[in-house]
């Protein structure tokens, strides 16, 4: 019903008051949204299906969002944020939702307030095709596992498939980023009928010794990964460079080599 342009900041340079209680001082860690409530003349509604996911892992940002009723409609975006003052400005360099991808930068600034389980964010006044409305969302904080060296936001450089002798090269835009046992992943790509689409996920994550990880999906636009658990090798070359490497039943190899985003 309610149609929104890529991120959870769906403005430019506005700058939003929240209530005036217990202001944020630091957001680290993974948050998963409870509700999201828009209230206007129209409309006064409160959603709990909507699965997404924030993590704020450095100075660098992500979410990823699912809807369970429209698979094709899977977002995510990334960028850097900062907070002060009890002010929350995030700067999403790179966004896709579903078929369209969003390379243009944007920027927008909300107050935040703590709460019991994470914290609140409000936007006063957001357009929709309700007419103007206020956006609520209420996030809890996830259990924090211990730090890794893969904690951040990193970019993937490049993808490819080997099958035997073959090697077969993937044109894939996508981003993963880390923290303390919670990952979210974001792709965009082109099938080979031409058709665009947008990958979001999110689970959790456990290293073991330091060539493998064990990633856990909790929520994919690929719903039949929905709980399962894949088993990767990963190969670490200093802090800013990682290639993450998974090999089916078949022997075929799925290669991704990423950079840490600074």
């Given amino acids: 019903m309610y149609k929104y342009f890529f991120g959870l900041l769906l403005f430019a340079g506005t700058t939003c008051e929240g209530q005036d209680e217990k202001p944020v001082t630091d957001l680290s860690g993974a948050y998963s949204m409870l509700s999201q409530s828009l209230e206007g003349d ?6 709990t299906e909507r699965k997404q996911l924030k993590i704020y892992s450095g100075h660098y940002m992500m979410y990823v969002r699912l809807s369970l009723y429209d698979l094709a409609s899977s977002s995510f975006g990334v960028g850097t944020f900062s907070i002060k003052k009890g002010k929350l400005t995030e700067h999403i360099i790179y966004s896709a939702s579903g078929t369209i991808e969003n390379t243009n930068s944007f920027s927008g600034t909300v107050k935040v ?3 019991l389980q994470g914290y609140e964010q409000v936007i006063p006044e957001i357009i929709s095709d309700e007419g103007r409305v206020r956006l609520t969302e209420d996030y809890q904080l996830l259990r924090a596992g211990l730090q890794s060296p893969l904690d951040g936001t990193w970019k993937l450089t490049n993808a490819y498939t080997i099958n035997k002798k073959d090697t077969a090269h993937n044109n894939t835009v996508k981003y993963k980023t880390f923290y303390r ?15 665009k689409y947008t990958i979001a996920e999110y689970g959790t994550f456990r290293l073991n010794g330091k060539n493998k990880l064990k990633e856990t999906i909790t929520y994919s636009t690929i719903s039949s990964g929905n709980g399962q658990s894949h088993d990767l090798d990963i190969s670490l070359k200093g802090t800013d ?22």
Wanted: proline residues 0%; without cysteine.
């Fill in 42 to 47: 129209a409309v006064d509604t409160t959603f």
């Fill in 113 to 115: 307030s703590k709460r």
């Fill in 241 to 262: 460079a990682v290639t993450i490497k998974t090999t089916d039943a078949a022997g075929i190899e799925e290669v991704e080599k990423y950079i840490r985003m600074k």
């Fill in 181 to 195: 046992g919670n990952f979210s992943a974001g792709s965009f790509g082109t099938k080979s009928s031409g058709e």
